[in-house]
């Protein structure tokens, strides 16, 4: 779906699809330089992070293997609710894997914290992060952030796999969501 078919649920555009994967192209780069040696496992944080997942993999000129986590801390609002939720696990071993979580967005960092301490405490030989978006103004843990797309301001967002009330994940970019939608 593109960006102009909800316009009149977007306050703003943030970035869109050409944009996206330009960045995208850009990361693998340096992913493919710091993982020549082995590549890392991506382990993708359902269900926002599919889009930017299936465009990393793509992306990468390495033979990366993947797995999916669900985790949750969001309700159907807009804010984080801080409480994390298994809600599916990883089917690999990470005991001595090099591991890239792949995040569509960090908010307050506390889900990310708490997963980036799970993943470790698994064994893995290390754990990094790949994120398309960031809030630093919604931040309440810092978290650091290997690999990053974009800082955005602390507002609602949706598209390329980010939702509201599981609407919006399939447009070709990011917006800010109108408030009238969620008010």
């Avoid at 944080?45 to 000129?61: C, H, P, Q, T």
């Avoid at 990366?64 to 298994?86: F, L």
């Avoid at 569509?104 to 914290?113: A, N, R, V, W, Y």
């Amino acid at each position: 779906m593109e960006l102009n078919d909800v316009a009149s649920d977007l306050k703003q555009v943030l970035f869109t699809e050409e944009q996206i994967h330009e960045k995208i192209a850009e990361l693998c780069r340096r992913i493919e330089a710091d993982y020549a040696d082995e590549p890392p496992l991506l382990v993708g944080v359902l269900k926002g992070a599919v889009m930017v997942m299936a465009d990393l993999s793509r992306e990468l000129k390495l033979d990366a293997p993947q797995d999916w986590m669900a985790v949750s801390s969001y309700g159907s609002g807009t804010k984080s609710s801080g409480v994390v939720r298994i809600l599916k696990d990883l089917d690999a071993d990470l005991t001595g894997r090099k591991v890239l979580i792949v995040e569509d967005i960090i908010d307050s960092g506390l889900t990310l914290s708490w997963l980036l301490g799970n993943l470790r405490s698994r064994g893995a030989a290390s754990v990094e992060v790949c994120a398309l978006l960031r809030k630093p103004d919604a931040a309440k843990i810092e978290i650091d952030v290997r690999y990053l797309g974009f800082d955005i301001p602390d507002e609602f967002v949706v598209g390329y796999g980010l939702d509201y009330a599981e609407r919006y994940r399939n447009l070709r970019g990011v917006g800010i969501l109108a408030p009238h939608v969620y008010s």
